[in-house]
């Protein structure tokens, strides 16, 4: 079974800095989607980033970028330019393109911006 | 266009009732998931469903559990005979598409909050 873990319970940064939230997974599978999805304190589920595991290119979205890394299983999220906005809970969440469809999804990082 | 939306918001029940979530995906959604979240974890898969088909239901906890999608949009998770421990957060995600090539990008309804009393 895939694994997902997020090691770091609680980050902050200092307003338009940049901070790096970190992500590792367990799976025996070599062609997977990963995603990172922002829950703000309204609750919603909000999709920040994804990145197809067959891709080289790391994924950008605006002040959003992964770096992925394959073979450490290794997928962190960095944004840039920190805003008051982007205080939220980010949770990390893998995929498998083999016909199992369900997101597994890590324990989350609380990001705190401090103004 | 409209989100995923999700009814009720909150639902405060009591031991022993029966409840029934809803779930009205994005238009020409495929695919509909359903996930339960405790505070302070990340969602947790339950079921889900292509058209009105259901593909897996490993997820649900027990028999207690059942969903259904009979015409391939909306779709209904009933919790019978609830228990305290059923308080969570329910959350309902569609994707577009699904199975090889497809994007894989589920999204996420506003949730149903339901507390067991």
């Known amino acids: 079974a895939q694994t997902v873990t997020q090691s770091q319970p609680e980050m902050s940064v200092q307003e338009a800095e940049t901070v790096t939230l970190s992500c590792t997974y367990d799976?025996?599978?070599?062609?997977?989607?990963l995603f990172w999805y922002k829950q703000p304190p309204s609750r919603q589920m909000i999709l920040v980033i994804r990145?197809?595991?067959?891709?080289?290119q790391n994924a950008t979205e605006n002040r959003f970028s992964v770096n992925f890394q394959k073979a450490a299983k290794s997928f962190s999220l960095k944004i840039s330019d920190s805003q008051l906005g982007d205080a939220a809970m980010y949770f990390c969440a893998y995929i498998s393109n083999f016909g199992n469809e369900k997101l597994t999804f890590g324990t989350g990082t609380r990001l705190t911006i401090i103004p | 266009g409209a989100g995923v939306s999700q009814s009720p918001r909150y639902k405060v029940t009591k031991r022993g009732q029966d409840v029934a979530l809803r779930c009205d995906p994005i238009?020409?959604?495929?695919?509909l998931y359903w996930y339960r979240q405790a505070l302070g974890q990340g969602p947790e898969f339950l079921t889900y469903?292509?058209?009105?088909?259901?593909?897996?239901k490993s997820g649900l906890p027990n028999d207690r559990f059942s969903a259904e999608r009979p015409e391939g949009s909306i779709s209904t998770l009933t919790i019978q005979r609830t228990e305290q421990r059923d308080s969570a957060m329910y959350r309902c995600a569609s994707s577009l598409d699904s199975g090889l090539g497809s994007s894989y990008e589920q999204y996420f309804g506003p949730g149903t909050r339901l507390t067991v009393t």
């Open positions: 990145q197809e595991a067959y891709k080289q």
């Open positions: 799976t025996s599978e070599s062609d997977y989607y």
């Open positions: 238009s020409g959604h495929v695919s």
């Open positions: 469903f292509n058209y009105e088909a259901q593909q897996d």
